[in-house]
């Protein structure tokens, strides 16, 4: 089961198993994750009955998508997803309304509906919106019981906790490293799988996280965000400004 950002019809079965999908853009801790398929899920019960579809035997198969069940009766109920009146034109996803599935065809327009007043950056979520709207207005509504930090998105407040834990639950499940929290090991799976999302549109470049796109972007334009201590010049690049740099410090080029 792949979750996109909205509740589209899904009939609990026997292959899911209780599988509990918990929506992506809230700020819920995650702590607990699959280590085959590297879900996350807020609650360890949560993740023993996700944890039982890589295991099951199943033996019906879908003939409409493929998907196996080890009961008849659950493959049965299944059928209802593909006899579903709200069906994406684009994928065949089928969703429990006409209005969810008008937000999920935004992941097919790339329409975003939800614009910040102060910056006019737009979403395709609300809940992304809220997020971002508090980089205006300074809002930290997390809070660190240990040591008073701040945070705006809870997902930073969790990250920041294994400062004081130590905890690190997110295990890579080819090489075994740990991480703190999920955003680390998805950047480190990469390593393992070369997968580069990250594709700049002007020239094609593709990259494995969002932030060396947006480095790379600075190619492209006249920004020059990285400025010299010692003189003033400014480069696109902070591996330009470092080169740079060893002029004023003698350091080796």
């Known amino acids: 089961m792949i979750?996109?950002?909205?509740?589209?019809?899904e009939v609990k079965t026997e292959a899911d198993n209780n599988d509990i999908t918990e929506h992506p853009h809230d700020d819920k801790p995650r702590p607990y994750v699959c280590t085959m398929c590297h879900k996350p899920f807020t609650r360890?019960?949560?993740l023993k009955a996700h944890e039982k579809r890589h295991t099951e035997e199943n033996v019906y198969s879908c003939n409409e998508c493929g998907k196996c069940f080890s009961d008849p009766n659950n493959l049965h109920r299944h059928m209802n997803v593909h006899r579903s009146k709200y069906k994406c034109a684009e994928c065949g996803k089928c969703c429990q309304s006409s209005s969810l599935l008008a937000v999920h065809m935004r992941s097919h327009s790339g329409e975003k509906p939800f614009?910040?007043?102060?910056?006019?950056?737009?979403?395709?979520h609300s809940g992304d919106l809220v997020r971002h709207?508090?980089?205006?207005?300074?809002?930290?509504?997390?809070?660190c019981q240990m040591c008073d930090k701040e945070f705006s998105q809870f997902g930073h407040l969790e990250r920041h906790m294994s400062v004081h834990t130590g905890d690190k639950l997110?295990?890579?499940?080819?090489?075994d490293k740990a991480f703190s929290d999920s955003g680390s090991l998805n950047k480190h799976i990469t390593v393992h799988t070369g997968d580069k999302p990250y594709k700049c549109t002007l020239c094609n470049k593709s990259f494995s996280r969002s932030s060396h796109l947006v480095t790379h972007q600075n190619v492209h334009s006249d920004i020059r965000p990285y400025d010299c201590p010692y003189c003033g010049k400014l480069f696109k690049t902070n591996s330009d400004l470092k080169r740079h740099v060893r002029t004023h410090t003698g350091a080796k080029l």
């Open 115 to 124: 614009e910040c007043t102060v910056c006019n950056k737009r979403f395709t």
């Open 133 to 143: 709207s508090r980089i205006h207005s300074g809002e930290k509504p997390y809070k």
């Open 3 to 9: 979750y996109t950002g909205e509740s589209c019809f």
């Open 44 to 46: 360890k019960d949560h």
């Open 170 to 175: 997110y295990k890579c499940h080819i090489c």
